[in-house]
T-cell receptor, first 113, second 113 residues
Framework: GDSVTQMEGPVTLSEEAFLTINCTYT??????LFWYVQYPGEGLQLLLK?????DKGSNKGFEATYRKETTSFHLEKGSVQVSDSAVYFC????????????FGKGTLLTVNP | GAGVSQSPRYKVAKRGQDVALRCDPI?????LFWYQQALGQGPEFLTY????????KSGLPSDRFFAERPEGSVSTLKIQRTQQEDSAVYLC???????????FGSGTQLSVL
């Protein structure tokens, strides 16, 4: 079945550091890939997505590129801020069930001033 | 309302009790989803509605779990004879239509003692 494996946390960085959170997936066919973010006390929010190979999703300075050859969708940001502290989830939807998301376990990011 | 609203925010139940969790989706949103998030894990799909029709309930873990959306707006997730393994955060999400951006509520944290 479909699965998502993402980097174990927690990740602790200083402000303005470079961020990478790794995500790899297993899926049938050609999935759509997503990063969701959960700020403390809030619901999950879509951060970015990519629907086909070599697409780059981007939002709020975050980027991820859909790499079919390595089945990966790593999240990157060049300079993190304290306000980026949150839990980040990689997810996919595939096949005929394009409404059904399969999530990774999440990675807690803490950014210190 | 402005977003997806879930109530109660926290629920403590004794083992064997029945519970009902409520979700108010964004007005006009056709699709509604329930996910279960165990501690330290990513959300897992439970069930999906399009308007009042429950199109997929493949993720419901047992016949103790039942969801409804009788008028195509508010939804209730009911768990009968709760067990300790039911302890989790239950997330509701809605979207304007299938395959479009999901909006998540903040969840109901259920603790079964």
């Amino acid at each position: 079945g479909d699965s998502v494996t993402q980097m174990e946390g927690p990740v602790t960085l200083s402000e303005e550091a470079f961020l990478t959170i790794n995500c790899t997936y297993t899926a049938t066919g050609y999935p759509s890939l997503f990063w969701y973010v959960q700020y403390p006390g809030e619901g999950l929010q879509l951060l970015l997505k990519a629907t086909k190979a070599d697409d780059k999703g981007s939002n709020k300075g975050f980027e991820a590129t859909y790499r079919k050859e390595t089945t990966s969708f790593h999240l990157e940001k060049g300079s993190v801020q304290v306000s980026d502290s949150a839990v980040y989830f990689c997810a996919l939807s595939s096949g005929g069930s394009n409404y059904k998301l399969t999530f990774g376990k999440g990675t807690l990011l803490t950014v210190n001033p | 309302g402005a977003g997806v609203s879930q109530s109660p925010r926290y629920k403590v139940a004794k083992r064997g009790q029945d519970v009902a969790l409520r979700c108010d989706p964004i007005s006009g949103h056709v699709s509604l989803f329930w996910y279960q998030q165990a501690l330290g894990q990513g959300p897992e799909f439970l069930t999906y509605f399009q308007n009042e029709a429950q199109l997929d309930k493949s993720g419901l873990p047992s016949d103790r779990f039942f969801a409804e959306r009788p008028e195509g707006s508010v939804s209730t997730l009911k768990i009968q004879r709760t067990q300790q393994e039911d302890s989790a955060v239950y997330l509701c999400a809605s979207s304007l239509d299938t395959g479009l951006k999901l909006f998540f509520g903040s969840g109901t944290q259920l603790s079964v003692l």
